[in-house]
């Protein structure tokens, strides 16, 4: 049968690639936003793309300006996602994005994404876009005629691609095409795509990632504090909040006058005695992979808050025989260290339980309350500060120390040095391995001006503009390869990223 294709009118330029296997044999219900892993343009991207030796292209590509171009038509399928599969029923598209993890896009490259993901639903019939966040499901699932599925590339390679930025904004993706399409805006949870049902009626009007924001600022406030990685606890509330029968998820749902959790599903734990903790028997697995049945009691809480302190309070002491059972979790300030060390400790039994954990964090940012929250732990006994000129270069190491304060002197007498934490994450950045002031010619309207050194610190809400700017003080930051630049109008912060030094 032969399919009508159309293409995008937001095409502001189009270079055709030769990269592409001709006509599709598989009708489209599906996008997959890519990272160009550079801030591109459209001429840029065509002419990549245009050359054979390539061996590569996209139906789309949107550039540093939001600007799309056309390089391979929708009747035909692209060389894009690693996946021939995937490919012929996918219309694929390049996003311009920073040079390195997350790869965040600029907000113009978004929103452009948003709309173009509109018009292509819309001009293949489609109502709702829909975001899964799992690769199974996703592949198995048999989208209905006014669906159109998202996918990544990850999932076909060993990629990061479309990188951390944007493969936790899928949902809001999905969200915000599919309200602009008039379609339900709801994002099917595991147990819908089991039974086909939609969210409890219980939970009004609040959608997941309502929820979640509702449950993240109870980590940011100054009221409670979690006692491990925000991002690992909301991790956890939502993961088992999916399945509806932990305790934890029970109370934090109720804090919210929900009945069901996220899923629909009801509590299903023991009876409530009346009394202060009620009993709830659990089976947990040993060394030798038998299982144990453990009786435990488990408290009400009057707010989630004191849920969630309690459980983590759990997690930091509870013990095997003489030994913590999850040694190594207080101060972790890595989310996947942290999940295994409680995987391994034996919280849970389900091989998967790492994946799926560092997938929620992953897929709903949850790394944002870490900031905030995480406050910085005591190094090890034997843990030293290096300072070296780069954490691959040993060579270059000009001392050690166990004092950050002296480590920190150390690089201070020696420009071009930096200290590198334990782990190789660098934390400490001399003023003297920059002279300042300095002129940067920047060459874009929409360079953003943010409160401080990353992309954790919030917009001002102003541009640089195009022209020549002084800047007074040079600090490493998120979100920049060559670091963050203080403007000498006293403005903000601007990422050297896009400035030449004159």
Known sequence: MTMAYTNSKLVAYTKLSPNHSGAR??????????????????EGLGDWFAKSSTKASSNYGIDRDGRVGMY?????????????????RAVTIECASDTSEPYAFRDVVYQKLITLCIDICRRNGKNKLIWFGDKDKTLNYSPKSGEMILTVHRWFANKSCPGNWMYARMGDLATKVTAQLGGSTEQKTEEQIKTGGTQ?????????????????????????????????????F??????????????????FGMKKSLSGNTWAGSAWDGK???TKQTKEQNADGSYVTITADFRKYPCMEDSIADHSAYLLGAMN??????????????????????????????????????????????????????????????????VRKSWGDAASQV????????????????????????????????????????????SINDLNIRKGP???????????????????????????????????????WCSLDYCQKI
């Open 25 to 42: 044999t598989h009708s489209i219900d599906r996008i997959t936003p890519h990272c160009v892993v550079g801030q591109c343009t459209a």
């Open 72 to 88: 391979v038509e929708e009747k035909n399928r692209s060389w894009c996602s690693s996946s021939s599969a995937n490919d012929q």
């Open 200 to 236: 409890a009626s219980s939970l009004k009007d609040l959608s997941e990632a309502d929820v979640i924001k509702k449950v993240g600022a109870l980590f940011t406030a100054d009221m409670k504090k979690s006692g491990i990685l925000a991002s690992v606890s909301l991790a956890q």
């Open 238 to 255: 939502i993961l088992e909040s999916g399945y509806g029968k932990s305790e934890l998820a029970q109370n934090a749902n109720n804090c």
């Open 276 to 278: 202060s903790v009620y």
């Open 321 to 386: 025989g003489s030994k913590q059972r999850y040694t190594g979790l207080k101060g972790c300030t890595d989310y996947k260290k942290a999940v295994q060390i409680i995987k391994d400790g034996g919280y849970a039994t389900s091989h998967s339980y790492v994946s799926n954990l560092c997938s929620i964090i992953e897929r709903w940012n949850l790394t944002q309350y870490d900031a905030a929250e995480a406050a910085p732990s005591a190094p090890a006994a034997d843990a030293w500060y290096r």
């Open 399 to 442: 001392g050690a120390f166990k004092v950050l304060d002296n480590a920190k002197a150390c690089a201070d007498e020696h420009p071009g040095t930096y200290v590198f934490d334990p782990d190789g994450v660098k934390i400490y950045t001399p003023k003297s391995s920059v002279a300042v002031p300095f002129l940067v010619r920047v």
């Open 454 to 492: 990353g992309t954790n610190f919030g917009k001002t809400g102003k541009y640089t503009g195009i022209g020549v700017f002084t800047i007074v003080e040079v600090a490493d930051g998120q979100g920049s390869s060559s670091g963050w630049g203080r403007l000498k109008s006293g403005a903000g």
